[in-house]
């Protein structure tokens, strides 16, 4: 297994069909996103999809960029995002791989935090991060905020 960036992949179009074909809501809005050129219309200026692979098979992916879902003040940055493992993967921390390389790229670009949005209580904590507040989504709904401090 290896973690790889879409932008500078060779086999974008595998990836993104299996990105495209995950029930998950939020997978299916990533594939529009990046199928058509707007991911950074959602996450700002910058952005960084990070997929663990195992030959061509995605095992998970997540993204680190300049904004999420998350509006208000004070405005936070950087977060993490779109974060997803496959169903047949879940179980053997393989995620943590991507947020330990999404963190460490963060901290490499001079950045002590990073935010994650999400609905789920008691996930993010088993990966070091502490719930801070509940924040509105662009969409209207209540988020639970999440940060992950380096050491």
Known sequence: ?????????????VYLNQIK???WRAAKFLAVLLNEDRLHETLGGWYKLFMLVD?????SFITLSER???AGEPVLTPWLGFFHTAPE???????????????QVA???GYDTVYI??????????YGFSYIE???????????????RFD
């Open 21 to 23: 074909n995950y029930e």
């Open 68 to 70: 999420d879902c998350i």
């Open 117 to 126: 949005a999400t609905d789920h209580v008691d996930l993010y904590e088993k």
């Open 55 to 59: 030959g061509d098979r995605l095992v």
């Open 89 to 103: 993967y879940r179980g053997r921390r393989l995620g943590k791989l991507l947020i330990d390389h999404a963190c």
């Open 134 to 148: 509940n924040r509105i989504d662009v969409w209207g709904e209540d988020s639970r905020v999440y940060q992950k």
């Open 1 to 13: 297994m290896e973690i790889i960036e879409y932008k500078s992949c060779k086999n974008r179009d």
């Open 107 to 109: 901290r490499a670009n």
